[in-house]
């Protein structure tokens, strides 16, 4: 006999299986997402180019690949879909398509979807990672957020106390490049400082001690970490975010303060005293201006673009490429066109930023009006959860989580509009977001039995073979693309050119897309045809044939670069330095050249290095076309009248690049330079003396000069120039040579023997030294009738 109602035996067994290797799946998800949080403010590996960025961007890869295939197996073994969906995701939502889709009509669609060692947090790669781990947070965590919290909270107080470790010069990491004030686990040390600041409201509000040690806080420990970090940066930027979140902090307490009170709870404006603290310090110490005496002056300067040039490029991305923007991580691409002119007449003329001055304007600059929108959106959605706290206190339990976790919110969207993220501040700015999406009001919270229809259960089988492919896909293309940068890295330190070569071909065989792979390869391989041309064997057969393989690699790199990047500038700056390297080894080599730096110029416009680099070509050109002429032969005058052309042309680049930078010093002593080989001395001392003020600590250019004026019959100011050089540099011996001279043609011998005594000293077998001491204590004179510029150097 048997009951209609009763489930029989072996459906309930395979029931209690199913319900168990679900509950596996979810404790593997979890997993998956606490050491995320765990380990992004501290995760490095020391073999890749960068340390940081490309490590992190591989840890988000595997925890979110992880977490997701955890997460299908476990819906397709369970035949459920929990949902609990709120307006939180569609703004994580729109900023994966508006990443998406500006990626597919990128500048540098490689750069976009993985990013470069350095910069990988708003690639395609490391936005769908973080986006995955959002909705595993919102849709997995059973906890609200808690344990998340808290191993985000560990994680991060580590890293800080790390990081004062590094500032203070006590190094714990056993690595070389760790030996520094300015590395740290998170980024730069401003970006370090950022992380404090948008933490501190949760790691006041986080109830973490260790076990047994009541009083070993997270919250008293991040607290005294934040603020000793706040006080040694003292930048107002990170005291706005701190204090912004402090404000926040204090306002939702109070309102959570007064829920609680009418259902019993307990209430002190004694937990305000941090929170103001804090906001005091933030004042008083940027009104006085006040640095750690040692510590502060021994960090590096972070340098960055201004709001308005920030600002300036927005504008001008969004008039030319309004829909997508220039691509994720493409921001450096919209700088060279649109800022590097701001830059011309100072001092960082040659400078590159590769971020906005905020993530909000990367997002503008990098995606468009979909950045612009996804942009609004996000900042719409928080306003919207905060309008949404009371409700929120009034159904949790955990306040100080709530409260902890909404300051942060509102100071990271504060960071978000001040600071550009690194991968570690997007993680965090993610988590933060999902720690909200949990505690808010879900709209139909619900479980979806995907085996009621045929077309659900199919779509979930598709789903979890799409989901799969695209995980093990996105895992073969990373591991690809890492396993090249580390095979890079060790060729690029090799001292074996040979070897180093081999090394960067591997990488690229493993990332063909990469383009400064082939810039390297095209530097290594000229770096190999000096070293044939300069030892190698003259009567080896095989000489010629490697000297013309080379020449032929170093171009066809060089190429491959422009064509995977036809954007990137250096690519074309580094074409035309290999076809100028070439001068002398192939002829007709300095137009292909000069058009390579223009092509650089017209995508960096506004930028004075390339019509220097340009002059300097043609300036080498007539260098080797005057020694081929005085080597003398049929072609003699041809190749003077060569080199009166090429000097020419470099004057006109040189005046060019003057014109767009009007203290360029490089370019007016090249200026100077072709003056002097055109036989214009007196226009080259003009150049000259232009740039003496800005450079009257360089002995090498006073000596330069010194020999100019002695030329054009200025010998006091010759003396004065050569005593100048000698005393910012005493071992300089040409320049005492030189002055040893001087002293002989205004007959103080004496003078001239102390100059020459001088030189003895760290030159002790110089013949021409010694001999020339014998004759002046001999009283034997010969300048004059001889003239001193006539005199070769030591």
């Not at 306040?399 to 100071?411: E, K, N, P, Q």
């Not at 063909?512 to 030892?535: F, R």
């Not at 002995?699 to 330069?704: A, D, V, W």
């Amino acid at each position: 006999m048997s009951d209609e109602n009763t489930v029989p035996m072996a459906t309930q067994v395979r029931s209690s299986a199913i319900s168990s290797g679900t509950e596996v799946y979810g404790k593997v998800v979890r997993s998956a997402l606490y050491t995320a949080a765990f380990l992004m403010p501290l995760f490095f590996l020391p073999w890749t180019t960068g340390v940081l960025e490309i490590n992190k961007q591989l840890l988000l890869a595997v925890t979110a690949g992880i977490g997701l295939m955890a997460w299908l197996l476990g819906v397709v073994m369970s035949g459920h879909i929990r949902l609990r969906p709120t307006f939180m995701d569609t703004a994580i939502g729109g900023l994966f398509i508006s990443t998406f889709v500006a990626t597919l009509f990128s500048m540098a669609t490689s750069k976009s979807v993985f990013g470069f060692s350095a910069a990988t947090s708003a690639s395609l790669v490391s936005v769908a990672a973080l986006s995955i781990l959002y909705f595993l947070v919102a849709y997995i965590a059973d906890d609200r957020g808690v344990r998340l919290k808290n191993a985000l909270a560990v994680g991060t107080v580590i890293s800080l106390f790390l990081m004062l470790l590094q500032v203070v010069t006590v190094y714990v990491l056993p690595f070389a490049f760790a030996r520094s004030r300015a590395f740290n686990l998170v980024g730069s040390v401003n970006a370090a400082g950022v992380l404090a600041a948008v933490m501190l409201p949760l790691l006041l509000k986080t109830r973490l001690s260790l076990r047994g040690v009541p009083r070993f806080s997270v919250a008293k420990i991040g607290a005294v970490l934040t603020i000793a970090i706040l006080i040694i940066l003292n930048w107002w930027v990170l005291w706005l975010i701190a204090s912004v979140g402090m404000l926040a902090l204090i306002g939702l307490d109070s309102v959570a303060g007064a829920l609680t009170r009418g259902a019993g709870g307990r209430w002190s404006m004694s937990r305000f005293i941090l929170p103001i603290t804090v906001i005091v310090l933030a004042v008083f110490l940027l009104i006085v201006n006040f640095n750690v005496p040692v510590i502060k002056d021994n960090l590096p300067v972070e340098l960055a673009p201004s709001a308005r040039l920030s600002l300036s490029i927005a504008k001008n991305v969004l008039a030319t490429s309004t829909l997508t923007g220039y691509g994720p991580e493409n921001f450096y691409l919209a700088f060279d066109k649109f800022g590097a002119k701001a830059l011309a007449n100072s001092t960082l003329l040659n400078l590159r930023f590769f971020d906005a001055m905020s993530e909000a304007m990367n997002r503008i600059v990098q995606e468009g009006i979909l950045g612009v929108l996804a942009v609004l959106g996000l900042l719409w959605v928080v306003v919207r959860s905060l309008l949404q706290f009371k409700s929120v206190v009034a159904g949790g339990k955990n306040t100080d989580h709530t409260v902890g976790v909404y300051a942060s919110v509102v100071a990271a969207m504060v960071a978000f509009f001040f600071y550009p993220f690194s991968a570690t501040l997007s993680f965090v700015f993610y988590m933060l977001l999902a720690l909200c999406a949990l505690l808010l009001p879900s709209r139909a919270e619900k479980s979806v039995n995907i085996e009621d229809k045929p077309a659900f259960s199919l779509a979930s089988s598709l789903g979890f073979v799409v989901g799969l492919i695209a995980v093990l896909t996105g895992w073969y293309f990373i591991g690809a693309t890492y396993a090249a940068d580390a095979i890079f890295a060790k060729a690029s330190q090799n001292p074996d050119l040979k070897k180093a070569v081999d090394g960067m071909v591997l990488a690229t065989n493993l990332n063909p897309k990469e383009d400064q792979y082939y810039q390297a390869l095209s530097q290594a391989t000229l770096g190999l045809l000096n070293e044939e041309v300069t030892k190698g064997t003259r009567n080896d057969p095989d000489r010629a044939l490697r000297i013309q393989n080379y020449i032929q690699s170093a171009v066809s790199f060089a190429q491959r670069a422009t064509e995977l990047a036809p954007r990137e500038t250096n690519n074309w700056f580094n074409l035309g330095l290999v076809y100028q390297n070439l001068i002398g080894f192939v002829d007709g080599v300095e137009r292909p050249s000069e058009e390579a730096y223009r092509k650089a110029e017209t995508l960096r416009p506004g930028d004075p290095s390339f019509a220097n680099r340009i002059g300097v070509m043609y300036l080498g050109r007539a260098e080797l076309d005057r020694q081929l002429a005085n080597a003398g032969g049929a072609n003699a005058a041809a190749f003077r009248t060569n080199a009166a052309t090429n000097l020419t042309r470099a004057e006109d680049e040189f005046k060019r690049a003057i014109e767009l930078s009007s203290n360029f010093g490089l370019a007016i002593y090249n200026l100077g330079a072709v003056y002097d080989r055109q036989g214009k001395t007196s226009e080259a001392i003009r150049q000259l003396e232009k740039i003496i003020p800005a450079n009257a600590n360089q002995p090498g250019l006073l000596f330069e000069l010194g020999l100019l004026y002695h030329r054009v019959n200025r010998k006091d100011d010759a003396f004065a120039a050569l005593q100048r050089a000698v005393l910012l540099s005493p071992q300089f011996a040409n320049a005492r040579w030189y002055l040893a001279l001087i002293y002989e043609e205004r007959k103080d011998l004496n003078g001239a023997i102390e100059q020459l005594e001088k030189i003895l000293e760290t030159n002790s077998d110089n013949k021409t030294v010694l001999d020339k001491i014998a004759q002046l204590k001999a009283g034997r004179s010969r300048i004059p009738p001889e003239r001193v510029i006539d005199q070769k150097p030591l």
